[in-house]
């Protein structure tokens, strides 16, 4: 029913900023829950931000004051704006779209790689 569609994930050096994206097809973009989730090799995946339906963001102590997290309703796109970023980043990063209610309406990006070199 939803797909998301990633792009913006690259290798870039560490101190160094990337913008990633996440377009949203099918369903009302403006209902859901936001995330962004990461997931580097051998490790659990975890969440590193959320922009919830009604405005509000989280953000992961890791990231908190580096990344941001934004989306435009208009677009059906979310982003993840990462700056300053660590060796510690690199991960495979998934854009997440779902609603607290109806918790079966849960889908996922494909993921896209982002690696920082030190």
């Known amino acids: 029913q939803v797909q998301l569609v990633e792009s913006g994930g690259g290798l870039v050096q560490a101190g160094g900023s990337l913008r990633l994206s996440c377009a949203a097809s099918?369903?009302?973009?403006?209902?859901?829950?936001m995330a962004w989730y990461r997931q580097a090799p051998g490790k659990q995946r975890e969440l590193v931000a959320t922009f919830t339906s009604g405005g509000s963001t989280e953000y992961a102590d890791a990231v908190k004051g580096r990344f941001t997290i934004s989306r435009d309703n208009a677009k059906r796109t979310v982003y993840l704006q990462m700056n300053s970023l660590k060796a510690e980043d690199t991960a495979v990063y998934y854009c997440n779209a779902k609603m607290d209610y109806f918790t079966h309406l849960n889908y996922w990006g494909q993921g896209t790689q982002v690696t920082v070199s030190s």
């Open positions: 099918g369903g009302i973009f403006s209902a859901y829950t």
